[in-house]
């Protein structure tokens, strides 16, 4: 059984910044890409920032130049750096895995609040 545990998330005033962390059950080489999710009161869960087996990121416009995604192989873990946070970035982050085109998992979710 796959699990994906998220860490980091937080109460940071607007223009602060967080760390999240996901660490995966399995090695990470068991999924075609990895990728954190967010879902804020009310709202659809979004794609925050995504990356690939082989290393290949694509980032949500609304966090283009803030946000960055990276993964450590050795340690099966995924981090999602977020900086210069506002307001609107409040939501539930999720950490999800693609093992294939249909089966995915995810984590269980960690509180980001921007709030000053």
């Known amino acids: 059984q796959v699990q994906l545990v998220e860490s980091g998330g937080g109460l940071v005033q607007p223009g602060g910044s967080l760390r999240l962390s996901c660490v995966a059950s399995v090695r990470l080489f068991s999924f075609i890409a990895m990728g954190w999710y967010r879902q804020a009161p009310g709202k659809q869960r979004e794609l925050v920032a995504r990356?690939?087996?082989?290393?290949?990121?694509n980032v949500a416009d609304s966090v283009k130049g803030r946000f960055i995604i990276s993964r450590d192989n050795r340690n099966n873990t995924v981090d999602l750096q977020m900086n210069n946070l506002k307001p609107e970035d409040t939501a539930v982050y999720y950490c999800?895995?693609?093992?294939?085109?249909?089966?995915?998992?995810w984590g269980q979710g960690t509180q980001v609040t921007v709030s000053s």
């Open positions: 999800n895995a693609e093992q294939n085109v249909v089966i995915t998992f």
């Open positions: 990356i690939t087996s082989g290393g290949t990121t």
